[in-house]
């Protein structure tokens, strides 16, 4: 397992794309957390904004990038016929997929811990000005509070978990550009099919089992009784979407010829 | 030109995986179609409003519901009345503990509360009228046909609305002595009821959190005082049209002191607010899968010509590459107009199908612009990313690109993630403004709403955030040219 991890490690330092793919990863998310927070405002006492909430947005870009990021460890191997090889030097299908695993999570929170704190420090520089103060019930986003803690490190983990179903789907389909839009187009869909379905019980429903919509809880902080499912649950939800397409990856590795 | 054109087309067709692609496409947007129909509860007009709303002459569902003191009128007439005020109080919203709602403090009318003459073809919801008023914020207004309304002095107090033949001809004063016209309204002849009038819409406030917008309202109750009144002849009767649809409206009441008349009750005279209920373009909301899938093919068509080698071949055939490029995006362009029209198309009907007339009416033009704008969008969204493919020449990136590009602009504005005014500057400039072709609610000036991507409502017509979309995807069409002639294969 170790050589095999470092072998991966090896792969993932020694190609370009992954390293630009991480700092975009980063920029991209900080970058439209700092626009939103910039967009909202809050006029008075009550005005319901979840703040560390918007000061995440960009989690929804960052995931993007995140999913490329994934799903070009195995995509890419599979363009240049690499597979070929690395299968070759590891012919231990599970602990190929293990390995990739865990670098490709190491290399998203490289990405997401600074793209998230970037976030905090732009949710807290600009929406004080944005009258988010404490007249208005507002204290600067802190990481020491507990719900916030809990929707910052909580979307560092919703990124790490999109990359390993990312890299899950990629072994699947075992093409990047098809890989990242089945990604993307599972990722995007719930809110759009939540905007479209006006059934109280069937949008929670689908809120509660979409990967995107159920791994998001994790990013509120207030009012969390009315949402379809609790923030840990709903990290749980989208853990559950990751090892299950981890594991149809690897099942279709084992089954078929590289 | 036409022998690069076959070239392309048959490289496309004589991939089995891109087919299966086109036509998974088709299914995920009938897929959609189906859920997004079957999903759906809520009504035209809100909660509550009843099944067949009355329709203007034009077919637009509308509201019609009001307190009137009226008379008979036989032939030609003229009706005069000052409207000494018009105030309003806002009704809290109902809540479990307490189901029916208090009074508000405040007594500012709704803006477009209204109070003044109206002839009307009978008591009947949705049957023909003229009627100028008096209104909260708008000023004297000429309505009729309820989707008509034009506007006449801000500050007249006197209103006169003058029947002759087929035509009512509304004036206003601000004191009674000089008339200056407002305007003129077609109205059927034959005998009609004609009196006083006072209406006004439940007051709304719309508040925005992330992840979605919700109409906060309650009833209001507008109270019209009106002296100098003289009407055809007759005796004075109140009729509270329209409340046996609205059982919530506050009951509607007249009392006479002498010569004044107060009229005291709620409703409303306009188009329903097409925002806030089930809207025809959802059964298409299954065009960003689709759009999704076939922005893959649109990357795959020219990244896997470089992944196999075959781009060398393909340029020592044809060495104009912008001509290569056009003749791809000639093809590509094609091929998935023609599936996004089937796909629309089928989602549309499905969904008609599955949800019968529960949405809000549009015309068959509307349909066929929706139906065939879904598909130009699909289409030049390929192209787009045929573009975007073709500049990155990898394949995972540039479908990202597109997809973010398109879709994320799309959710972060109409999941209403982003407050209005920003949301309505990112579908001016972001391809996403390209969905301004499924609008089929209209914007009344008359009615005041939530005109906001969250209910569906776009910045821009439906050409200009079409014209948005093309112009991204000619910018990225020239950058690949240049690219492709700069750089060796």
Known sequence: ?258 | MIGLVRAELTKFRSVRGWLVGCGIAVVLMVLLAVVAAAGTDARVGGPGARAELPRASDGTPVLDGFTFLQQPLAGDGTLTVRVASLTGVALRPPTPDEPVPTEREEATPEPWAKAGLIIKDGTTPGSPYAAVMVTGSHGVRLQHDFIHDLAGPADARWLRLVRRGGTVTAYASTDGAAWTTVGSAPLATGEMSAGIFVATPPHQEYEQFVGGTSVVGGGAIATGTFDNLTGPGGDWTMVDVGADDSPNRPEGTSTRTGDTFVLRGGGDIAPVDGGTGPKLEQTLSGGFLALTVLAVLGVLFVTTEYRRGMVRTTFAATPSRVRVLAAKSVVLGGVTFAVGLVAATAALLVGTAIRGDNAYPADALTQVRIVVGTAALIAVATVLALAIGTILRRGAGAVAAVVVLITLPYILSAAAVLPAATADWVLRITPAAAFAVQQTVPEWPQVDQAYTPAFGFFPLPAWGGFAVLCAWTALALAIAAALLRRRDA
Not at chain 1, 7 to 27: H, I, Q
Not at chain 1, 78 to 92: C, D, K, W
């Open chain 1, 1 to 258: 397992m170790r050589s095999a991890l470092y072998a991966e490690w090896t792969k993932l330092r020694t190609t370009a794309g992954p390293f630009w793919l991480v700092v975009l990863a980063a920029v991209l998310t900080t970058a439209l957390s700092a626009v939103a927070a910039r967009a909202v405002s809050c006029a008075a006492t009550g005005c319901g904004v979840d703040a560390p909430l918007v000061a995440l947005t960009g989690v929804q870009l960052g995931q993007a990038v995140v999913a490329v990021l994934a799903v070009m460890v195995v995509g890419d191997e599979y363009r240049t016929g690499m597979i070929r090889t690395t299968l070759a030097a590891t012919p231990s299908r599970a602990i190929l997929l293990g390995a990739k695993s865990l670098v490709v999570a190491g290399a998203t929170l490289a990405a997401a811990v600074p793209g998230v704190l970037g976030a905090w420090l732009a949710g807290r520089l600009i929406m004080p000005g944005r009258g988010f103060t404490a007249e208005h019930g507002y204290a600067p986003l802190s990481l020491t509070d507990g719900g916030t803690l809990r929707a910052f490190a909580g979307s560092a983990l919703y990124l790490t978990l999109v990359a390993l179903l990312s890299l899950g789907i990629a072994a699947a389909v075992r093409d990047a550009p098809t890989g990242v839009g089945v990604v993307l187009g599972v990722l995007y869909m719930a809110p759009i099919l939540v905007a479209v379905v006006s059934d109280p019980d069937w949008v929670r429903r689908l809120r509660q089992i979409m990967p995107s919509d159920a791994g998001t809880a994790i990013l509120h902080t207030v009012d969390l009784p009315s949402l379809p499912i609790g923030p840990w649950p709903g990290l749980g939800v989208l853990a559950l979407w990751s090892a299950g397409a981890l594991l149809l990856g690897g099942l279709l590795l084992r089954l078929r010829d590289a």
